[in-house]
Protein backbone atom coordinates (compact mmCIF):
# COMPACT_ATOMS: atom_id res chain seq x y z
CA UNK A 1 0.00 0.00 0.00
CA UNK A 2 1.15 3.49 -0.76
CA UNK A 3 1.19 6.36 1.45
CA UNK A 4 -1.55 7.81 0.00
CA UNK A 5 -3.52 4.86 0.01
CA UNK A 6 -2.47 4.38 3.30
CA UNK A 7 -3.42 7.73 4.77
CA UNK A 8 -7.02 6.94 2.74
CA UNK A 9 -7.43 4.00 4.68
CA UNK A 10 -6.85 5.66 8.04
CA UNK A 11 -9.15 8.36 7.26
CA UNK A 12 -11.92 5.79 6.24
CA UNK A 13 -11.45 3.50 9.25
CA UNK A 14 -10.63 6.22 12.36
CA UNK A 15 -13.04 6.15 15.21
CA UNK A 16 -14.68 9.51 14.77
CA UNK A 17 -17.62 9.23 12.52
CA UNK A 18 -19.09 11.30 9.94
CA UNK A 19 -22.30 13.15 11.06
CA UNK A 20 -25.74 11.64 10.61
CA UNK A 21 -27.19 12.67 7.17
CA UNK A 22 -30.07 14.53 9.06
CA UNK A 23 -27.77 16.70 10.28
CA UNK A 24 -26.11 18.28 6.84
CA UNK A 25 -29.34 18.24 5.67
CA UNK A 26 -30.52 20.74 8.66
CA UNK A 27 -27.37 22.35 7.33
CA UNK A 28 -28.56 23.10 4.11
CA UNK A 29 -31.80 23.96 4.96
CA UNK A 30 -30.93 26.83 6.72
CA UNK A 31 -27.90 28.66 4.76
CA UNK A 32 -29.55 30.87 3.26
CA UNK A 33 -30.91 32.57 6.48
CA UNK A 34 -27.59 33.22 8.07
CA UNK A 35 -26.93 36.80 8.43
CA UNK A 36 -23.45 38.02 6.24
CA UNK A 37 -20.22 38.53 7.99
CA UNK A 38 -19.81 42.63 8.15
CA UNK A 39 -16.48 42.40 7.92
CA UNK A 40 -13.25 42.04 5.31
CA UNK A 41 -12.40 37.73 5.10
CA UNK A 42 -8.90 37.25 4.89
CA UNK A 43 -7.60 34.86 2.29
CA UNK A 44 -6.00 31.84 2.86
CA UNK A 45 -2.16 32.57 1.66
CA UNK A 46 -0.63 29.24 3.57
CA UNK A 47 -0.92 26.39 5.27
CA UNK A 48 1.88 27.30 7.69
CA UNK A 49 1.34 30.21 9.86
CA UNK A 50 5.26 30.00 10.80
CA UNK A 51 7.93 27.63 11.17
CA UNK A 52 7.40 24.37 13.32
CA UNK A 53 11.16 24.88 15.29
CA UNK A 54 10.13 28.64 16.13
CA UNK A 55 6.88 28.01 17.27
CA UNK A 56 8.57 25.02 19.85
CA UNK A 57 11.16 27.51 20.75
CA UNK A 58 8.40 29.86 22.33
CA UNK A 59 6.51 26.77 23.93
CA UNK A 60 3.31 28.05 21.71
CA UNK A 61 1.84 24.58 21.43
CA UNK A 62 2.38 23.41 24.88
CA UNK A 63 1.41 26.47 26.73
CA UNK A 64 -1.75 27.05 24.43
CA UNK A 65 -2.87 23.55 25.81
CA UNK A 66 -2.49 23.72 28.89
CA UNK A 67 -4.18 26.85 28.81
CA UNK A 68 -6.75 25.47 27.12
CA UNK A 69 -6.62 22.10 29.48
CA UNK A 70 -5.98 19.51 27.17
CA UNK A 71 -5.61 16.43 29.04
CA UNK A 72 -5.26 12.34 28.08
CA UNK A 73 -8.10 10.79 27.00
CA UNK A 74 -9.97 14.01 25.42
CA UNK A 75 -11.43 13.75 22.22
CA UNK A 76 -10.51 17.44 20.68
CA UNK A 77 -10.44 18.68 17.17
CA UNK A 78 -7.78 20.81 14.82
CA UNK A 79 -9.80 23.29 12.77
CA UNK A 80 -7.42 24.63 9.98
CA UNK A 81 -5.20 22.29 10.95
CA UNK A 82 -2.54 23.45 7.91
CA UNK A 83 0.43 21.47 7.58
CA UNK A 84 -0.38 19.49 11.57
CA UNK A 85 1.65 21.67 13.91
CA UNK A 86 -1.04 21.36 16.50
CA UNK A 87 -2.36 18.05 15.57
CA UNK A 88 0.28 16.04 16.11
CA UNK A 89 1.20 18.00 19.36
CA UNK A 90 -2.62 17.27 20.72
CA UNK A 91 -2.26 13.53 19.89
CA UNK A 92 0.64 13.21 22.18
CA UNK A 93 -1.07 15.24 24.92
CA UNK A 94 -4.68 13.13 24.67
CA UNK A 95 -2.48 9.95 24.13
CA UNK A 96 -3.77 6.74 23.16
CA UNK A 97 -6.71 6.91 24.73
CA UNK A 98 -8.09 10.67 23.51
CA UNK A 99 -8.45 11.24 19.68
CA UNK A 100 -7.38 13.95 17.40
CA UNK A 101 -9.92 14.98 14.57
CA UNK A 102 -7.98 17.54 12.15
CA UNK A 103 -9.21 19.46 9.34
CA UNK A 104 -8.91 21.43 6.44
CA UNK A 105 -11.16 22.81 3.90
CA UNK A 106 -8.44 22.75 0.84
CA UNK A 107 -7.80 19.08 -0.52
CA UNK A 108 -4.31 19.13 -1.51
CA UNK A 109 -3.28 20.65 2.37
CA UNK A 110 -5.85 17.35 4.00
CA UNK A 111 -4.02 14.84 1.76
CA UNK A 112 -0.62 15.71 2.56
CA UNK A 113 -1.51 16.67 6.64
CA UNK A 114 -3.04 12.92 6.30
CA UNK A 115 0.11 12.09 4.56
CA UNK A 116 2.27 12.97 8.08
CA UNK A 117 -0.07 11.51 9.77
CA UNK A 118 0.18 8.47 8.29
CA UNK A 119 4.41 8.76 8.11
CA UNK A 120 4.40 9.17 11.62
CA UNK A 121 1.71 6.63 12.79
CA UNK A 122 -0.46 8.93 15.02
CA UNK A 123 -2.99 5.94 15.17
CA UNK A 124 -5.35 8.39 17.13
CA UNK A 125 -5.71 10.82 14.79
CA UNK A 126 -8.40 11.14 11.77
CA UNK A 127 -7.78 13.32 9.04
CA UNK A 128 -10.90 14.54 7.21
CA UNK A 129 -12.15 17.54 4.57
CA UNK A 130 -15.00 19.98 6.15
CA UNK A 131 -16.39 23.08 4.27
CA UNK A 132 -16.02 26.67 4.49
CA UNK A 133 -19.50 27.05 6.48
CA UNK A 134 -19.49 23.67 8.12
CA UNK A 135 -17.01 21.95 9.69
CA UNK A 136 -19.07 18.79 9.41
CA UNK A 137 -18.07 17.19 12.87
CA UNK A 138 -19.80 14.36 14.74
CA UNK A 139 -22.21 15.70 17.19
CA UNK A 140 -21.45 15.33 20.73
CA UNK A 141 -18.11 14.40 20.32
CA UNK A 142 -15.63 17.17 21.24
CA UNK A 143 -13.69 18.12 24.49
CA UNK A 144 -11.89 21.11 22.99
CA UNK A 145 -12.22 22.70 19.30
CA UNK A 146 -9.18 24.33 18.35
CA UNK A 147 -9.15 27.21 15.86
CA UNK A 148 -5.58 28.65 15.95
CA UNK A 149 -4.95 31.08 13.37
CA UNK A 150 -7.70 31.13 10.66
CA UNK A 151 -10.61 32.24 12.60
CA UNK A 152 -10.24 35.47 9.85
CA UNK A 153 -10.16 33.25 7.27
CA UNK A 154 -13.88 32.03 7.83
CA UNK A 155 -16.17 33.89 5.34
CA UNK A 156 -19.50 32.83 6.99
CA UNK A 157 -18.53 32.89 11.03
CA UNK A 158 -22.59 33.02 11.69
CA UNK A 159 -23.56 29.85 9.85
CA UNK A 160 -20.13 28.07 10.80
CA UNK A 161 -20.49 28.77 14.59
CA UNK A 162 -23.69 27.25 14.41
CA UNK A 163 -23.24 24.15 12.70
CA UNK A 164 -19.88 23.84 15.01
CA UNK A 165 -22.34 23.48 18.31
CA UNK A 166 -23.82 20.37 18.45
CA UNK A 167 -20.22 18.93 18.13
CA UNK A 168 -19.30 19.58 21.41
CA UNK A 169 -19.91 17.70 24.55
CA UNK A 170 -21.10 19.22 27.64
CA UNK A 171 -18.84 21.43 29.13
CA UNK A 172 -16.71 21.53 25.73
CA UNK A 173 -14.98 24.52 24.72
CA UNK A 174 -14.03 26.32 21.47
CA UNK A 175 -10.53 27.50 21.63
CA UNK A 176 -9.38 30.34 19.52
CA UNK A 177 -5.72 32.14 18.99
CA UNK A 178 -5.01 34.96 16.77
CA UNK A 179 -3.98 38.35 16.41
CA UNK A 180 -5.29 41.54 17.55
CA UNK A 181 -5.78 43.09 14.11
CA UNK A 182 -8.11 43.58 11.77
CA UNK A 183 -9.58 40.71 9.81
CA UNK A 184 -8.12 41.99 6.76
CA UNK A 185 -4.50 42.21 7.92
CA UNK A 186 -4.79 37.90 8.94
CA UNK A 187 -6.68 39.01 12.41
CA UNK A 188 -9.72 39.41 14.43
CA UNK A 189 -9.95 42.28 16.81
CA UNK A 190 -11.27 40.96 20.15
CA UNK A 191 -14.54 42.93 20.21
CA UNK A 192 -15.27 41.42 17.34
CA UNK A 193 -14.60 37.89 17.94
CA UNK A 194 -16.30 37.92 21.05
CA UNK A 195 -19.79 39.61 19.45
CA UNK A 196 -19.64 36.88 16.42
CA UNK A 197 -19.79 34.03 19.21
CA UNK A 198 -22.02 35.70 21.13
CA UNK A 199 -24.60 36.12 18.30
CA UNK A 200 -24.71 32.27 18.02
CA UNK A 201 -25.10 31.82 22.21
CA UNK A 202 -21.84 31.02 23.12
CA UNK A 203 -20.31 32.54 26.18
CA UNK A 204 -16.92 33.78 26.80
CA UNK A 205 -15.27 31.81 29.34
CA UNK A 206 -12.07 33.81 28.97
CA UNK A 207 -9.56 36.10 27.07
CA UNK A 208 -6.42 36.58 27.91
CA UNK A 209 -3.33 38.04 25.78
CA UNK A 210 -0.86 35.75 24.63
CA UNK A 211 2.58 37.32 23.05
CA UNK A 212 4.47 34.01 22.17
CA UNK A 213 1.04 32.86 20.34
CA UNK A 214 1.31 36.28 18.09
CA UNK A 215 -1.57 37.55 19.80
CA UNK A 216 -4.13 36.19 22.29
CA UNK A 217 -6.10 32.84 23.91
CA UNK A 218 -9.97 32.70 24.10
CA UNK A 219 -12.26 30.14 25.16
CA UNK A 220 -15.85 30.11 24.31
CA UNK A 221 -18.55 27.34 26.03
CA UNK A 222 -21.83 27.06 24.21
CA UNK A 223 -24.52 28.04 26.57
CA UNK A 224 -28.40 27.91 26.67
CA UNK A 225 -30.65 26.41 23.12
CA UNK A 226 -29.43 27.27 19.86
CA UNK A 227 -30.76 30.37 17.95
CA UNK A 228 -32.77 30.12 15.17
CA UNK A 229 -30.89 30.83 12.40
CA UNK A 230 -33.49 34.16 11.60
CA UNK A 231 -33.13 35.39 14.71
CA UNK A 232 -28.94 35.64 14.83
CA UNK A 233 -28.53 39.23 14.88
CA UNK A 234 -24.83 40.02 12.66
CA UNK A 235 -22.21 42.38 14.25
CA UNK A 236 -21.44 45.62 12.21
CA UNK A 237 -16.96 46.09 11.95
CA UNK A 238 -15.40 46.33 15.24
Known amino acids: MNRFSAAVALMLLSGCQVPAEHNAAEAREHAS ?16 WSDEESRDRLKEAEEVMDRAGVAPGMTVADIGAGEG ?11 MKGRVLAEDIVPEVRNAL ?9 DNVSVRLGEAADPKLPPNSFDRVFMIHMYHEIEEPYEFLWNLRPSLKAGGQVIVVDADRPTEAH ?5 LLRCEFAAVGYSLVRIEPM ?16 PEPRAIKGCGSQ
Open 33 to 48: EFPKAHRPVAKIVSSR
Open 85 to 95: YYTVRLAARVG
Open 114 to 122: AERVNRERL
Open 187 to 191: GTPPA
Open 211 to 226: PNAGGYFAAFEARGPR
